[in-house]
């Protein structure tokens, strides 16, 4: 199984970093028309200079390890395995509130809410105060323990996972990896270790469904328009479901497997609109779909040497961070991508990628977005980008 329980490659080392990895050549991808391989051009951000390759600043908190970071609003919230949600303004600590549970694996945020995914299989609700920004109030838990008391007094709500053990259908019985929200539908996704997808309304905090979705890790999860989801896993998947229905008459259902690999699927994104899907493997590789050519296989983008662990999508931009310390920077026109810039001075994998467009940034200008990258290195890295 290839998840973030394991190391990046296999053969990896107990550091992450690779040790014998497998080749590509002669895979179907190596000898695809449609393999993109990026040669890089110089570029005046390709020294670890902090002028030069856009470097703004790092966040340092010698807590662990971050897995978790998510932008909104001018803040930014990091997660680590402290157990501590660290919360920024303008490079400075703002605040930190503690989940008192496993480390934190998944931040998204909604509005004035914040929800957390854990090494415990629980999803916490945070909120934050209008007043005053550095208050933050836990409000609840998914599921609630009236829920899975409730749940609890029927047999049929037992269902058998992994280990020949029995489980509560509406709770995780392993770490969560990935959150996502559908804004539109107030439904929050939550992928787990333990091979499922689970639907909650955030309303009522009540688990409408869950899939089961692969034989391995659920590695992400991500709710996109049409009421399609798409999931990837350690097991070399993307599987496409489709959403119909709605409340307790809600099913996803499976529609078709767009990768089916030996490496692993480590991260997805779906662009504004859901015009493009893009996956992250272990193998280094970034694979993407079409929308609009019915999900058909449009290319691969090559530009790193070990597992793509995190994924995210600015305007007309890809960024993609890997174990190999570094964040590719895509340029994307049309169905055609081209490597813009490398972001190098991490010293360790680069785990969670996040981006906000920069306040002065206007259309005359060109787009800037201010990216933050969160490694195991224990550091947050702030970084400018043009398209």
């Known amino acids: 199984m290839y998840s973030d329980q394991t190391n990046f490659q296999t053969g990896a080392d107990d550091s992450g970093y690779e040790s014998n990895r497998m080749s590509d050549e ?7 028309p449609w393999n993109q391989t990026c040669t890089f051009q110089p570029s005046p951000w390709s020294t670890t200079g902090p002028e030069e390759d856009g470097l703004i600043g790092s966040l340092v908190r010698e807590e662990g390890h971050i897995y978790s970071l998510a932008a909104a609003g001018g803040l930014l919230y990091t997660g680590s395995d402290s157990k501590n949600i660290h919360v920024w303004n303008n490079m400075k600590l703002l605040t930190t509130f503690k989940s008192n549970s496993g480390l934190v694996k998944a931040i998204i945020i909604s509005g004035d809410k914040i929800f957390s995914g854990h090494q415990d299989g629980k999803v916490r609700v945070w909120k934050s105060n209008n007043k005053d920004p550095k208050i933050h109030k836990r409000i609840g838990t998914f599921p609630t323990f009236f829920d899975i008391l409730k749940s609890s007094m029927k047999s049929k709500n037992y269902i058998e996972v992994k280990g020949n053990r029995t489980a509560l259908w509406i709770n995780h019985c ?8 559908n804004e539109e539908e107030g439904l929050l996704y939550s992928g787990s270790w333990d091979r499922t997808f689970k639907v909650w309304k955030m309303s009522n905090s009540k688990c409408l469904e869950s899939v089961k979705a692969h034989e391995d890790a659920v590695n992400s999860v991500v709710s996109a328009v049409d009421g399609l989801v798409f999931t990837g896993s350690a097991e070399g998947s993307v599987k496409v479901w489709k959403r119909e229905g709605r409340g307790k008459n809600m099913k996803h259902k499976y529609v078709q497997t767009l990768l ?11 662009s504004k609109g859901g015009s493009m899907v893009y996956c992250g493997s272990s193998d280094g590789i970034v694979n ?8 058909l296989h449009s290319g691969v983008l090559k530009g790193h040497k070990l597992a793509v662990l995190c994924l995210a999508v600015a305007g007309n931009l890809v960024l993609s ?3 190999d310390k570094t964040i590719c920077v895509w ?4 169905c055609i991508h081209s490597c813009l810039t490398v972001l190098t001075g991490h010293t360790g994998p680069v785990k969670c990628v996040a981006v906000e467009k920069e306040a002065e940034s206007t259309v005359s200008s060109g787009n800037k977005w201010v990216v933050y990258s969160g490694s195991l290195d224990k550091s947050v890295k702030v970084w400018s980008v043009s398209e």
């Open 174 to 181: 392993d770490a969560i990896s990935c959150l996502s929200i």
């Open 321 to 323: 961070g890997s174990a």
């Open 260 to 270: 089916d690999q030996e490496c692993a699927v480590t991260s997805l994104v779906v």
């Open 26 to 32: 002669g895979s179907p991808l190596m000898m695809s």
């Open 288 to 295: 993407f779909w079409e929308r609009e050519k019915e999900l």
């Open 331 to 334: 340029r994307r026109e049309g």
